[in-house]
């Protein structure tokens, strides 16, 4: 048997594997999503690909139609993730990102809504460490594997070349894919069946970004030319019981250089600070000052 052949025979043994946890989701829409049976139950899929999260079904390998309830969502990272009842559904093998490199082969997969597998087949073209989205959700890991992502194959997963479900893809900047790798998605899924809601730092003022005069920056020794001036203290919260008033110019948190609102929204939107003290730098009257905040909760919304 040639090389090529028995390539093609792996990858095509890898994506009948690896299909058996990929659905697709009938939302009404003429272009619906994939999604992934990510853990018992649990049907993960691209949030930015949904219009509403009531009437959903899935469609599974056999071509059979499942009702599926939704259980949360996080839009900053665009995972949505929906219940499944009395399934047979196999799960996904979930992998470790970490260990893709750039020019390994991978496989992106998705179903369409007569229950075909579909399958692209393309390398991975960027790796890097941990992002923001642009709406300030933490990312574990920056993916870019270069395959076409299909009509259909958002919220699909990425496959690396041992069969591991690494990640879901989604659409990046000008229909791009970008992989939400799956350390990612697991602390998601995990929130979202803990408490039913992703739980975000709030510290209760209302923000905007201002620059520093240069001569300021240089006497106080300012790690940026810029910094988020408070513009509005809610009474009684985080920042209020911290002595944060309006006017001060808050430049570092937490030891990190802050220099615009999303800067400390994505440091906020880290669970594991909800309910410690972190220490904040702010520019009050000209002299730098430091304050310790305990960060709250972030409300329900």
């Known amino acids: 048997m040639s090389s ?26 003429r272009i619906a999503p994939s999604g992934i049976h990510w853990q018992n139950g649990i049907i993960v899929t691209s949030d930015e690909s949904l219009q509403s999260y009531e009437d959903i079904t899935i469609t599974l390998s056999d071509g059979q139609n499942k009702p599926i309830s939704f259980l949360g969502h996080d839009p900053s990272t665009d ?43 393309g390398a991975v ?22 395959i ?8 699909g997963p990425l496959v690396d070349a041992a069969g591991y479900v690494v990640g ?25 069946l803990t408490k039913g809601r992703i739980s975000r730092g709030y510290l209760g003022v209302g923000m905007q970004a201002v620059r520093l005069p240069a001569n300021l920056k240089t006497a106080l020794n300012l790690p940026t030319a810029t910094g988020v001036i408070v513009v509005n203290v809610e009474p009684s919260g985080p920042a209020d019981h911290a002595g944060l008033l309006l006017g001060d110019v808050v430049v570092t948190f937490d030891g990190i250089a802050v220099s615009d609102t999303a800067d400390v929204l994505a ?20 002299a730098l000052v430091q304050l310790d905040v305990v960060i709250g909760e972030r409300p329900a919304e």
């Open 79 to 121: 995972i949505a993730a929906f219940q499944l009842q009395n399934h047979e559904l196999p799960t996904a093998q979930v992998g470790d990102a970490t260990k893709l490199k750039v020019g390994h082969l991978v496989l992106g997969l998705a179903r369409s809504s007569e229950g075909d597998l579909r399958a692209a087949m």
């Open 125 to 146: 073209s960027v790796v890097s460490g941990a992002w923001r989205s642009i709406s300030g959700g933490n990312i574990d890991q920056f993916i870019r594997p270069d």
């Open 168 to 192: 879901m893809n989604t659409s990046g900047r000008r229909g791009t894919a970008l992989t939400i790798p799956a350390v990612t998605v697991e602390r998601v899924v995990n929130q979202l």
């Open 4 to 29: 090529l052949l028995a390539l093609s025979n792996s990858l095509a043994d890898i994506a009948e594997q690896a299909g058996g946890s990929v659905v697709a989701l009938n939302t009404g829409k």
């Open 267 to 286: 440091l906020l939107n880290n669970s594991d600070r909800i309910g410690k003290t972190v220490q904040i730098q702010i520019v009050r009257g000209g």
């Open 148 to 155: 076409t992502l299909y009509p259909g194959f958002a919220g």
